[in-house]
Structure formats: C-alpha cells, structure tokens
C-alpha cells in the first residue's frame, strides 16, 4: 500500500488568530471563506451540468452551517433539493406542507436528477459532471478560502 504525507504548517497560528477575534466573528470569517471557495465549484457544476433544459444548471446552491461550540463550519454545494421539475406538461401541482402553506411540486426534485445523472441508473450511463467540477476547481476553491481568511485577519 502506497504512503501519503502531508506537512501543514501554520495551523496553529491560525487557530489562535481566529479565537482572538471571538467565536462569532471567527465562525463569519470561516463562513465567509467556504462560501467564496464554494463560489468556483458551483460556477464549474453549472458548466459541467448536462443542458437538455437549462433548469439542473440554474439551481445549484451553497449551505454552510457552523459547528456547535467551535469555530468550525462546513459547506454543502450542490443542486438545490428544493427545486423540482415541472410536470410533462410543464405545470407544478400545488401540495400543502404540514405548515398548512401551498408549495408547487413537479414530477422529480432538481437533486434528485443530479444523482441520477452523477451516479447512472440501471438505464442510463454515469456522468459525473459533479466529480469533474470538483476536480476542476478544487485547487481555486482552497485558494478563495485562504485567499478570504487572510484578508478578514489582516483587516482586524
């Protein structure tokens, strides 16, 4: 089996100029860096996305969420699971939520149809658009990150 190493320095250092700044501030500032890495991989999806209509290309999004009691976060991008495709006939169907309030669905939700696409079907072959763009952009993510951290520790 093949060995990897990998030597990150500065870690520390940048552990502690984050709790200088105080949780919350700290927590916007990481946030605020996934969001800008997140920034290339999204634009790289929606170039990779298949355009049979154009609607899986256009609904793509960024989630970040910040980890309880440390000043951590992560960042999902993808297609927005909200998102649906109309029906054959091009209209939604109005449901009620548990809420009560009205939301139109369609006939199959905009993530669902990027796993297909990503993963393949018993019909269809894989394409895995995602796994591209991540490829792609994974280097320019990282630097937008650094690039964006740097720059709120600098100005503080």
């Known amino acids: 089996?093949?060995?990897?190493?990998?030597?990150?320095?500065?870690?520390?250092?940048?552990?502690?100029?984050?709790e200088a700044l105080g949780r919350d501030v700290a927590t916007k500032v990481v946030r605020d860096g996934l969001k800008a890495g997140a920034a290339p991989l999204?634009?790289?999806m929606a170039a990779q996305a298949p355009k049979d209509t154009g609607l899986l290309a256009e609904h793509f999004t960024v989630h970040t969420k910040s980890i309880k009691d440390n000043i951590a976060a992560v960042a999902?991008?993808?297609p927005d699971s909200k998102i649906d495709y109309p029906d054959a006939d091009g209209s939604y169907r109005i449901k009620l939520t548990k809420a009560g309030k009205?939301?139109?669905?369609?006939s199959i939700s905009?993530?669902?149809?990027?796993r297909f696409l990503e993963f393949g079907t018993v019909k269809m072959k894989k394409n895995p658009f995602i796994t591209?763009?991540?490829?792609?952009?994974?280097?320019?993510?990282m630097q937008a990150i650094i690039d964006t951290i740097?720059?709120?520790l600098s100005s503080k």
């Open 150 to 152: 740097k720059k709120a």
């Open 76 to 78: 999902f991008v993808g």
């Open 132 to 141: 591209r763009a991540f490829e792609a952009k994974k280097g320019a993510a």
């Open 1 to 18: 089996m093949d060995t990897v190493t990998v030597d990150i320095q500065g870690l520390d250092e940048l552990q502690k100029a984050l």
């Open 42 to 44: 999204m634009e790289e």
């Open 110 to 114: 905009v993530a669902s149809v990027a």
């Open 102 to 106: 009205a939301k139109e669905v369609g």
